[in-house]
């Protein structure tokens, strides 16, 4: 986790930097790019915190140690699932939903919906059926 901490913790004040800069050159007459930028910083540095608390729960990773062989970071990865449509599902209230800023607003309401019942499908996948554990 040293590289993502690093990274995130030098695009924070970077970021707020530009939004400074921005503001100054501006005459702050434009607050909305300056405040985005701002926004942005605040963003990357609560990803930056967040990595940083990870890192000290879990134990260094071989993409930590310069001298690691690649074979050290063989094997499970993660848990996924393989023949899962719900991540099929969530793309579609995705997709329904950002129509909506075309069509009109009204079609939001159903794409919640139907990312709600995607997400809950896809977080319960394993509670039940023939992968419950």
Do not use: N
Not at 27 to 46: C, H
Not at 97 to 105: E, H, K, N, Q, Y
Request: aromatic share 14%; with cysteine.
């Amino acid at each position: 986790m040293k590289v993502e901490t690093r990274l995130f913790a030098w695009l924070a004040p970077f970021f707020a930097l530009c939004g400074v800069v921005y503001g100054v050159l501006t005459d702050w007459q434009e607050p909305v790019g300056s405040a985005g930028l701002l926004l942005v910083a605040a963003l990357v540095a609560m990803i930056g915190g967040y990595f940083t608390l990870l890192a000290k729960r879990i134990d260094a990773r071989p993409e930590d140690d310069p001298h690691a062989e690649i074979e050290q970071g063989a094997g499970d990865q993660g848990v996924y699932s393989p023949w899962s449509w719900w991540p099929l599902v969530v793309g579609a209230a995705a997709a329904i939903s950002f129509l909506a800023l075309a069509v009109g607003w009204w079609l939001l309401y159903l794409g919640a919906a139907l990312a709600v019942i995607g997400l809950v499908g896809w977080i319960l996948e394993f509670s039940r059926g023939q992968h419950a554990h």
